[in-house]
């Protein structure tokens, strides 16, 4: 009787080990699929980060690029102001001459150029 315990006791594990097993059978093909699918989502990862790299890259070129016409704006505006306001000295010195000539004492034209055009050009541009 004894024996026959102990091999019903034996049989009993040996059940218990085999469900183990089995159990670590189904673990480890789910362990697959989940890495599967981690490999997978790494994947996606790696891919965003390159796009997202990459815009990166793009938008610096833009910055840069922006800063740079920016810079070539303002200095292209500031040469543009100071070749105006030397174009206004030359106008003002044609208005005095144009005005010498014609006996006339340069002023402002306040009705047609607040800006400051000489009446005698004023004249010329308002008379029209």
Request: charged share 25%; with cysteine; aromatic share 6%.
């Amino acid at each position: 009787m004894i024996a026959a315990q102990e091999a019903l006791k034996a049989e009993y594990y040996l059940w218990q080990l085999f469900q183990i097993e089995k159990d670590m059978v189904g673990v480890r093909q789910e362990a697959g699929k989940h890495k599967e699918e981690l490999n997978g989502a790494a994947k996606v990862l790696y891919s965003c980060e390159s796009k997202v790299e990459q815009k990166k890259k793009a938008a610096a070129g833009f910055s840069k690029e922006r800063l740079l016409l920016e810079r070539k704006h303002k200095k292209r505006k500031a040469e543009l102001e100071k070749k105006a306001s030397s174009i206004i000295a030359l106008l003002q010195v044609v208005a005095c001459h144009c005005c010498c000539a014609m006996g006339v004492q340069p002023t402002l034209c306040p009705t047609h150029h607040s800006g400051g055009m000489p009446q005698c050009l004023a004249f010329v541009h308002c008379s029209g």
